[in-house]
């Protein structure tokens, strides 16, 4: 029943969070700054992370096909179709679920706390709205751009993995890439950020909305989110799989 409850809020919250915004000049202000701080401020590690494991990726394909019948051009097609129909969309967005995900807890939570949300609501504003809207609508608009630049730097960093241990050719692994390119996987993978960052803003947003204590709270309110968010994107990560690509 607990989780029924939790599930229960979530959704009233929600409703809350979709109405329309009293103030267009604070909200367009506010969403400025959501997008430098859960978009821009990801950047540098989604493109760190999705370069070498793009080259692990490749590495790791050219050791497993050593048999002189399978052609090496496989190493391009199989690092491609991993990077963009898992890896960038799923693994990034777990990615984003730890690091912004406790940031959106952590921010909400302390004002929680320390009774400014409560402050904002005498003051007869929707906390929520004001809250919880543009978080929302920066994930939504900036996490896909994120997931492109990581199916680039990823195949990117195959490339250079090729280069630097001469495990295959070059050529062989551009061709691999341009093998049977099907635009409808850039697609999926976009339609399966865009459900990831909603699930990336709106549960942390619910655990440090709700959150209950001191500091010591908002510290596992926190934690909680990030779990939370993580098994939510791998369940919803097998429906979409099966809805999209079934």
């Known amino acids: 029943m607990n989780y029924l409850e939790h ?3 979530y959704f009233i919250m929600l409703k809350q969070v979709f109405k329309k915004p009293q103030r267009w000049s604070v909200f367009r202000e506010t969403l400025f700054r959501e997008i430098e701080d859960l978009g821009l401020k990801s950047i540098g590690i989604i493109a760190f992370i999705s370069f070498f494991v793009g080259g692990v990726v490749a590495i790791q394909t050219a050791l497993n096909v050593d048999s002189p019948f399978i052609p090496k051009y496989l190493i391009g097609f199989a690092t491609k179709r991993g990077l963009i129909l898992e890896f960038a969309p799923t693994f990034m967005s777990i990615i984003l679920a730890g690091k912004v995900g406790s940031f959106i807890t ?3 939570g302390t004002m929680r706390v320390t009774e400014q949300i409560d402050a904002l609501e005498v003051m007869g504003i929707n906390s929520l709205n004001y809250l919880v809207l543009p978080k929302i609508i920066a994930a939504l608009t900036f996490y896909p751009l994120l997931v492109l630049l990581a199916m ?3 195949i990117l960093g195959g490339y250079y993995a090729g280069l630097l241990t001469d495990l ?3 050529e062989d ?3 691999g890439i341009q093998l049977e390119f099907n635009p409808y996987f850039i697609k999926y993978a976009v339609i399966k950020t865009i459900v990831f960052a909603f699930v990336i803003a709106t ?5 440090g909305y709700y959150v209950k204590g001191g500091s010591l709270e908002v510290g ?3 934690t909680q ?3 939370w968010s993580s098994i939510v994107i791998i369940l919803l990560n097998y429906f979409l799989t099966q809805m999209l690509l079934g």
């Open 225 to 227: 989110a990030v779990v």
């Open 168 to 170: 295959f050719f070059s």
């Open 7 to 9: 599930i229960g809020k």
């Open 173 to 175: 692994y551009i061709y």
């Open 220 to 222: 596992r309110a926190s």
């Open 106 to 108: 952590s921010s909400i």
């Open 152 to 154: 680039f730097l990823g």
């Open 203 to 207: 549960v942390p947003a619910y655990h």
